[in-house]
């Protein structure tokens, strides 16, 4: 049975119309290549906002943003023109596991994973300090064994 793939909602903001059409296109093209479904829609109701950088004002006031420019000119940008698909790819495939870490609320989100799994906390240190800072007798340490 497929697994169904997460849905997302995007939106442009600052971004020129010939630049949104380009977009549309690079993500239309490599749909099948992405981890999630991308829908166009109103920069409201949008998971995701592909912000242009040059004309927004703030973009980190945005769920979950990527920065974006038609020229790269030295300034931290997630994707820039010419779009290059791994590029487009990897970003957006980034993007919706930012969403859904937002969606699925702060405790989840900064849990601790290891290979997607959530790893419970450790357990706490032990009280006990004088056995813990002396050497037992008998072990070898660097080749050199304590008495």
Not at 29 to 41: H, P, Q, R
Not at 52 to 77: C, F, L, M, W
Not at 119 to 138: C, E, L
Request: hydrophobic content about 35%.
């Amino acid at each position: 049975m497929a697994r169904k793939r997460p849905q997302y909602k995007l939106a442009c903001v600052g971004v020129s119309d010939g630049d949104r059409n380009v977009l549309i296109s690079a993500i239309n093209s490599f749909a099948s290549a992405l981890e999630g479904e991308f829908t166009w829609v109103e920069p409201g109701q949008a998971d995701i906002h592909i912000v242009d950088i040059a004309n927004s004002d703030n973009p980190t006031e945005h769920p979950v943003v990527v920065r974006y420019t038609n020229r790269k000119n030295g300034q931290p940008v997630d994707l820039w023109r010419p779009i290059r698909a791994q590029v487009l790819i990897d970003t957006l495939n980034a993007a919706g596991e930012r969403a859904d870490a937002q969606l699925a609320g702060s405790p989840v989100a900064s849990a601790r994973r290891y290979r997607g799994a959530i790893v419970d906390d450790a357990p706490a240190p032990r009280d006990n300090k004088d056995t813990d800072s002396k050497p037992r007798r008998g072990v070898i340490y660097r080749g050199h064994r304590i008495e």
